[in-house]
């Protein structure tokens, strides 16, 4: 039967060993798209397929770009979104991983607390920037507490999950052992709860980042999310784009530099992970 | 500084460590819950080997987790050197069956050994060390010290979990399946190794297992349940001498009719 399969589809075989199939398996078929595209761009301004002020080239993007990159308005204005994100974000993580682990092992504090905590959850968080510009004016303070408040659901919700999920054989072995409780809580409980805590702030990490630009376009007259907004009033397209690619790109490096903390971290977990998967 | 031995009480001879009496438990609530032991009253020696063994389900480890203060028993009680159990107490150690989740995966090969004494001793980490790479040695793993337990086979994962049980220096060890879950020449190797622990260390060892060519393998005596809710069916004298091995010992005509009894009988419990 399999021989038969060979004989009466020898084109199957053969693709293997093309050119063309070694292209579609290799990595590079993905960059090469965004390459594809990119040119695309470039081609439907200069050739004059498209004619729009909100459209510029993709080359005057890329102009905006550098010059942008290399100026010092531009610096302080990424450095003053990534330090409201990064405050936000450690804020509502530490809280996040507190309050997790709280409702992890007290039971009654989950009982109590959590249906408040579930109607705050799922209120966009957008929606409530109006109102919190009453109580904390439109500057840092508002915007580190929304990020704060958008960073904390992800990690709180897995740090209980992580809590929950500890293997009751690894409490049992600390038993045995006679472990005191505490100790057993510190070197069992928390490094099996790690894992999930990782896996909830590099949701928050994104978030963050999305967050801090939204209130900024919400709010006040600071940071990269106001700038986008002021240059989509003043019809400057190119540096709008350019700000918009300098973001994706901060979004990316943040994410893997993250990764990269985490595998350093919490080895362990991966390896077992991909062993399971 | 040893502490005085407890006066004895009456009917309890100096090698009777741990005393199983008239232990019953209930699974959920008296009137409908689930029986799993009905009666056990069991003494093991200072010393010896003994197994119990029995038709799955029979309640064997669930006995073995009373013994060990686990889990409370609903009538009865456990004495170890005369005193009461309630807790896991000092001097005794369960090695549990499922090697893969009961050794830390985020921890060393040896930060698991150590993780058996190192919270009641204020030891300098040189020699908690040196503790943890003597137990290495015994079961031949020293040189996996700095490795993590899945980065080894699972017979190796086990012989981890032995060294970190030893590693406690208990008088008396506990074994719930420990040798199930690897596949059967492992299981060989295994059986030898603890039977060299056993006779170097003079540790104690009561051991909960389905298989009965193990149990006649490695025991002194061998306790027989029955079926749901357990009583002791019988106590057996194993008589196969000691050294003992795997290939021969298996032939002899002692090991045989223990052999041929236990297993008709927990094939078949009544």
Redesign the interface.
Known sequence: MQCLLVSRFPHVISLKSSRRSRLYDSGWTGILLVVVLLAAWELSVSTGTVRSDSWPALSSVLTALVHGATSESWASMFGSTLYRMTCGFLLGTVLGIVVGVLFGVASYVNRVLMPTLEIFRTTPIPAIVPPLIFLLGVDDELKITIVALAAFFPVALNTLAGVRQV?P??L??A??????RL?AIL??QL??T?PYVFAGARISLGISLIVAVVTEMLAGSEGVGYFIVSMEYAMRADDMYAAIIILSVLGYVLNRLFVLLEAKC?R??R??HL?LT | MKAPAAPLSPGRRESDLLVIKGVSKTYGSAAQGVMAIRTVDLTVRAGEFMSIVGPSGCGKSTLLQIAAGLLPATVGEVQLGGTKVTSPPEGMVCLFQQYSRSLFPWLTVEDNVRFAFDHHASLDRGKTGERCRRYLEMVGLADFRRNYPWELSGGMQQRVAIARALAAEPRILLLDEPFSSVDALTRLELHGLIVDIWSRTGVTILLVTHDVDEAVFLSDRIALLTKRPSVLAKLFENKLPRPRDPVSSGEDPDFLSLRHELLSRVLDPR
């Open positions: 293997d054989i690894h049992q072995v038993q045995t052992f006679r472990v005191p100790k070197r069992i490094p099996s790690l919490i362990w977990a390896v077992l062993r």
